[in-house]
């Protein structure tokens, strides 16, 4: 146990404490003690409103469309047997890494990419632009790509879920005479709600903390427009030199994933262990 | 067949086409030669220029320095990391230890917050302490970041195992050592496998620490190198990034398709 409390204390929770002093001191040479200044940046600070308002919309679209989507999947190809090969085209990308996702969907979305090309020849060509330089359009397509990588998991997760649904009820609703839908509505959907809270929480913690993807293909740019807060913390830290509010975004960033992280933490824990 | 199942079938069929599309784009226009590459996406496989591509970007980008590098820092740290936390989740569970929950949650609480949280602390201590730029440093924050998340699901393991053998081998005179090695580690066998390859995986598709503890190029891992030859997009030219981009998504994808069994009950562990 010794070398675990060791490295985690050493590694990580001493880093922390020191981002937390950190952020409460300014970037000037001698760096005083400032208060809450690195803080109420985020009110003055455009960059850093956009980048709330980009880290919202990582939020609702990492948890919506993996959630939707995987669900749908999972069961759609649950029951016949040739929609495994489906099912495999949708958990691939799965085993990519962020910074592989970013490279493939830079050859889709750059400007003489495969999505211009597509649109091109179907005569939608007043449709094709460069779609990661205009917000938010370029951070809705990234959120997608995302989703892309992402699904698989949910997908996953959500079969072994399926499956461990003892067949016997649906019998019983199928007696008693519920149609698909209503099966799936009153017997799936509320045995799934385990696996509906893990991916929900999965997907709500990563969504915060994505980065890979967004600093490979845009840097968070053009300008700032795509930051998130991940990468804004990374930004001011080691682009802008402004260790202080890199910090504090940290911070923030920190409070509101323990606060998400608490969604599924709270039936997940038995922390006593008995 | 009913109407209801045309329409399943069909959505099936279409999403899984979308899905597909890029994964085709991206193993069709690698295996095009750089030098045909005509600006515009292919989307049938013609010349195939793939091992060209791969040996450019393997050369162009150092991805082949970077691809040692990575396999060390995720063989390595995966390893440390499951023993290192199979041994505190023995300790905390099996051994009659005082303050458990304590030591649980300042171990666990290492996977919940955020990596941005560490890595410049980290940076201004490595930049001092020497460890800047070299493979230990790498390997020594790898494993810390895979210890807290492999120590909670051996943890959960290890509390669904008998405790019946383990005292039994005590009331025989066996060391704690001993009763780890010979009955712990063999019985949480299953569960040490699916954790390393999670932390590998993890390790492996790593981006963050690599650009920023690291700037030689004989010690980036393989991301940090494939988000460098991305920077060179318009020089190197299409194919030869998504070669690339295929060669480092090879381990990833032959560890999932071969330890699939593992992988699923790896996040099974999560529930």
């Known amino acids: ?274 | 067949m009913p109407l209801g199942r045309v329409l399943r079938n069909g959505t099936v069929v279409v999403l899984a086409v979308l899905w597909l599309v890029p994964t085709w784009l991206l193993v069709v226009n690698a295996l095009v030669p750089a030098g045909d590459y005509s600006g515009s996406p292919h989307w049938l496989p013609g010349h195939v220029g793939l091992f060209g591509n791969m040996s450019q970007a393997w050369d162009k980008a150092n991805l082949g320095p970077a691809f040692g590098n990575s396999a060390l820092y995720a063989t390595v740290s995966a390893v440390a990391a499951v023993v290192v936390a199979t041994g505190a989740a023995f300790a905390t569970v099996i051994m009659p230890v005082k303050r458990r929950v304590l030591w649980f949650w300042v171990i666990y609480s290492g996977t919940l917050l955020p990596l941005q949280v560490f890595i410049r602390p980290l940076f201004v201590s490595y930049a001092r302490s020497s460890l800047y730029d070299t493979q230990i440093g790498l390997v020594l924050i790898y494993t810390a970041i895979a210890v807290p998340f492999a120590f909670f699901v051996m943890r959960n393991y290890a509390l669904t195992l008998p405790r019946e053998v383990v005292e039994a081998a005590r009331m025989d005179g066996a060391s704690w050592w001993r009763v780890f090695w010979q009955i712990h580690v063999p019985l949480t066998r299953s569960a040490m496998i699916a954790v390393f390859v999670f932390q590998f995986v993890a390790v492996w598709n790593d981006l963050m620490f690599g650009i920023t503890l690291t700037t030689s190029r004989n010690i980036r891992p393989v991301m940090a190198a494939l988000a460098d030859l991305q920077g060179n997009y318009s020089n190197v030219g299409p194919p030869v990034v998504l070669a690339g981009a295929l060669l480092v998504s090879v381990p990833t994808l032959v560890l999932f398709v071969s330890a699939q069994r593992y992988f699923v009950s790896s996040l099974k562990i999560h529930q």
């Open chain 1, 1 to 274: 146990m010794a070398p675990a409390v060791l490295l985690v204390v050493a590694f990580l929770l001493a880093p922390f404490v020191w981002t937390i002093y950190r952020s409460f001191f300014s970037d000037s040479r001698t760096s005083p003690f400032s208060w809450f200044d690195n803080y109420s940046r985020f009110a003055s600070d455009p960059a850093l409103t956009r980048s709330v308002q980009n880290t919202l919309m990582w939020v609702v679209g990492t948890v919506l469309l993996p959630f939707v989507l995987g669900l749908a999947i999972a069961c759609m190809t649950n029951a016949t047997r040739w929609s495994r090969a489906a099912r495999l085209c949708v958990v691939l990308p799965y085993a990519l890494s962020g910074a592989a996702v970013a490279v493939v969907w830079n050859f889709m979305l750059t400007t003489d990419g495969a999505v211009n090309q597509v649109l091109t020849n179907l005569h939608l060509g007043s449709l094709a632009h460069g779609w990661l330089l205009t917000w938010p359009g370029n951070t809705i397509v990234m959120i997608l790509a995302n989703a892309w990588q992402a699904t698989g998991v949910a997908v996953i997760l959500f079969l072994v879920g399926l499956q461990s649904i003892p067949p016997e009820t649906l019998e019983a609703g199928a007696l008693d005479g519920a149609g698909s839908w209503q099966q799936f509505r009153h017997i799936v959907l509320p045995q799934l709600r385990p696996v509906s809270i893990i991916v929900i929480g999965m997907s709500l913690v990563n969504g915060l903390k994505s980065f890979d993807l967004i600093w490979v293909l845009t840097q968070g740019g053009p300008g700032r427009a795509t930051e998130t807060l991940a990468v804004s913390m990374y930004n001011e830290t080691f682009l802008e030199l402004r260790p202080g509010v890199g910090a504090a975004i940290a911070v923030v960033l920190t409070v509101i994933v323990l606060a998400a992280s608490w969604l599924y933490l709270r039936r997940q824990l038995d922390v006593k262990g008995e």
